[in-house]
């Protein structure tokens, strides 16, 4: 779940997804057609500056806060007069709307003098409410305007968001801030899709996880599916007390009042040993996902450092349900700040299909599109790509300090644990000898390749000490204008002109400024990186110590990628041990005997394209000192 880090708008297209089996479109209504309906799309039919704003509190089953009281959740309301015409609702959850902001303008919400809702973050507001949506921004337990504690993805912030959408459908209380009763049922008709980036799309995950009538859709970006991979890396410890520290940012309550909360994030994840357990089971949905009933537009970097493309690639495989994929070469930002003039006819199409119920003929277009490189969008039908097949290639001694990938296995490798190899030293010239890393490099490849899925490298190690880190990378080497994802970046670059998605008031403009992929030329780019703690290679659940004298076959797997490496290029290997850059391991300063026989790396290749055989030695490879981008500062928490 998205916290705080250690670390040109492209070609219109609108993308659809696919029905899935056992599932149903939306019903359309047999109604007679509201105003803001036109054909098969909604268009702007009321008055923004005339919208109704209010805000309400729900009543949660929840008292985590143990004050004898039951949680309340302030929801912020802004939605059109109808004049009686029930609508459906756009939701955005957060625990950020008065710590830190939404968006690169890092707005937060206004009120007015009453304490009314005068401006919401972001565009959501502004464009829907005139073409007949309400849109409401909801402030997770113990965070802006509501009671209770957050207990960062844990079973308040889920219950308690819950409850807004039980209040939609007339299932739960609410109450505005003089206690006079509040009735969603007198102006919605139920129907809500929840949206946000970062938190706000983990949230949006969690809630459809629960099953609960009436959500129709989610559409996470750069969202979580485990709090437990989002800390960890196969029990690396990527951040310890990183839920307490998300508490104190995002909280609006004073300490005391969350003391028993606060000791259960503390204790519960167990930073320690790394191991998997109840505490984290609690903040994973994974295993869930078959009783998600919403369907899910799903958004991700495959270059995002703070929430790692496993995320959505692991929930995107458990889900049963109606699903769409944008996948773009960006790192953990919006496509409001890529891609803008695509994202929100997209967007708009998804909303009118699923809350609206209009036939647009979002649910026959291509479900998958993915940027192949800046600014080039291709559609497909599936992730991972059809004809994807695992190809395992064997680490070969090569000359020197460089091995190869592929021909004949054997020989050793041997060095001991550098905590202070960074990423850009770990892969810069790889035929160079450098203390702590291996490398491992393909001859040049005769046609592009493909690579769809999950690689891993599975390794045969010698280890003098009872546990150290595994980190492995895979590289492209070959020059290439690539993103550039330098932290806090992302991959986008801002502009100083603006333009405006929707109608806006004095308090709530829809102006924002306009932005555009940030590219350069580079002599290599990371594919995809992965970690493991060797003392967990058994299960996460608990450690087993490794012994000197023996050896151990583990495998790192890396995380999810869809990437071509094109013809000329070089694929390489770099393996190391501690990675101060991504992770917070304890550094055990081991010495790791490698045996090459014993060990082969496993690709995810698309088609019938082949790593070439190697030559009897390493190709020479040129790779500057610096990728372009600068050291990164080791990550705590993702930017929110």
């Known amino acids: 779940m998205p916290r705080l880090l250690v670390r040109s708008l492209a070609s219109i297209a609108v993308l659809g997804l696919t029905a899935v089996a056992g599932t149903t479109a939306p019903e359309a209504s047999a109604a007679p057609r509201a105003p803001h309906v036109r054909g098969v799309g909604t268009v702007p039919a009321y008055s923004y500056a005339d919208a109704v704003r209010e805000s309400v509190w729900v009543t949660t089953p929840l008292d985590n806060d143990e004050d004898g009281v039951p949680d309340r959740i302030a929801v912020d309301v802004v939605r059109p007069r109808t004049g009686g015409t029930r609508v459906p609702v756009i939701m955005q959850a957060s625990p950020f709307y008065s710590c830190c902001g939404r968006g690169p303008e890092k707005q937060v919400k206004k009120y007015d003098a009453d304490g009314t809702i005068a401006g919401q973050p972001l565009f959501y ?67 809500v899709g929840m949206v946000g980036r970062s938190a706000d799309g983990t949230i949006a995950n969690e809630v459809a996880a629960t099953g609960v009538e009436g959500l129709k859709t989610v559409v996470p970006i750069s969202a979580t599916s485990s709090g437990y991979d989002y800390t960890r890396h196969n029990g690396v410890v990527v951040a310890p007390d990183s839920n307490e520290e998300l508490f104190h940012m995002v909280s609006s309550r004073p300490a005391e009042a969350c003391e028993q909360v606060l000791r259960s994030l503390d204790v519960g994840s167990d930073d320690a040993t790394g191991d998997y357990n109840a505490y984290w089971a609690e903040r994973d949905v994974r295993p869930l996902a078959s009783k998600v009933r919403a369907s899910v537009f799903l958004v991700h970097g495959l270059n995002d450092g703070n929430v790692m493309t496993d995320h959505f690639a692991r929930w995107w495989a458990g889900l049963k349900v109606p699903r769409k994929l944008w996948l773009t070469q960006a790192g953990h930002v919006d496509p409001f700040d890529y891609r803008r003039a695509a994202w929100v006819p997209t967007l708009h199409r998804w909303f009118d299909f699923y809350l609206q119920g209009l036939p647009n003929g979002i649910d026959r277009e291509p479900p998958v599109s993915r940027e192949t490189s800046p600014g080039t969008w291709v559609d497909g039908p599936s992730w991972p790509a059809p004809g994807t097949r695992e190809v395992t290639v064997p680490l070969g001694d090569g000359d020197g300090s460089t091995g190869t990938l592929g021909g004949r296995s054997g020989g050793e490798r041997v060095w001991t644990d550098d905590p202070d190899l960074f990423e850009d030293a770990a892969t810069a010239d790889p035929n160079r000898p450098v203390a702590g890393r291996a490398v491992f490099l393909s001859a040049p490849l005769s046609h592009d390749m493909r690579l769809s899925g999950h690689p891993s490298v599975t390794l045969r190690v010698k280890v003098d000490r009872p546990t150290t880190e595994l980190t492995a990378r895979l590289v492209d080497y070959g020059t290439a204008a690539r993103v550039n994802t330098v932290y806090p970046a992302e991959g986008v670059r801002t502009l100083y002109t603006r333009s405006c998605w929707g109608a806006s008031t004095r308090d709530d403009s829809a102006c924002y ?44 797997p890396m995380q999810a990628t869809d990437q071509i490496v094109r013809a000329g290029h070089v694929l390489g290997l770099v393996l190391q041990q501690s990675d101060l850059e991504y992770t917070t391991p304890a550094t055990t300063g081991a010495t790791l005997r490698l045996d090459l026989g014993g060990s082969s790396l496993s690709l995810p290749v698309v088609g019938a394209a082949r790593l070439p055989e190697p030559g009897a030695k390493a190709p020479r490879v040129t790779a500057s000192d610096s990728t372009g981008r600068q050291d990164a500062p080791r990550r705590i928490r993702p930017a929110p």
């Open 513 to 556: 400024l306009d932005s555009a992929q940030d590219v350069v030329t580079s002599d290599r780019g990371i594919l995809t990186r992965g970690w493991q703690d060797a003392a967990h290679r058994v299960s996460l659940r608990f450690r087993v110590p490794l012994r000197p004298d023996r050896w151990y076959t583990i495998t790192v």
């Open 125 to 191: 507001d502004n464009y829907f409410v005139p073409r007949g949506y309400a849109v409401i921004a909801v402030d997770m337990a113990g965070t802006g305007r509501s009671t209770g504690c957050t207990d960062t993805d844990g079973r308040e912030d889920t219950l308690g968001t819950k409850a807004v959408i039980d209040w939609l459908n007339g299932r739960a209380e609410a109450v505005h801030a003089d206690g006079s009763p509040a009735d969603a049922t007198a102006w919605t008709n139920g129907r």
